[in-house]
């Protein structure tokens, strides 16, 4: 059975650090390209940032140079490092993993930063 579990969300104030975590199971995923996708109140789910098969990464505009992406191919895990948190990026935040024959998402965990 392949699961995504995230972890780490919280309440965090304006300024302040996350850093959330995935853990896939149920199957290799080093040929997946896995992401962090965001869904906050009354919007979309949006990208966040993704790092490929390869290692290469890509980041929304609104997160570059605050978000990290990593992951650990060994442990199936990836991970989001966000820095200088604001309110607008209070979301519930999905792990991802893509492949061409198949994708998988995780329940999400929430990130609210608020005073």
């Known amino acids: 059975q392949v699961q995504l579990v995230e972890s780490g969300g919280g309440l965090v104030q304006p300024g302040g650090s996350l850093r959330l975590s995935c853990v896939a199971s149920g199957r290799d995923f080093s040929l997946y390209a896995m992401g962090w996708y965001r869904q906050a109140p009354g919007k979309q789910r949006e990208l966040v940032a993704t790092?490929?098969?390869?290692?290469?990464?890509n980041y929304a505009d609104s997160v570059k140079g605050r978000f990290t992406i990593s992951r650990d191919v060994a442990k199936n895990t990836v991970y989001l490092q966000a820095n200088n948190l604001n309110p607008e990026d209070t979301a519930v935040y999905y792990c991802?993993?893509?492949?061409?024959?198949?994708?998988?998402w995780g329940k999400g965990t929430l990130v609210t930063v608020s005073e």
């Open positions: 790092v490929g098969s390869g290692g290469i990464t």
């Open positions: 991802n993993a893509k492949h061409p024959l198949s994708t998988y």
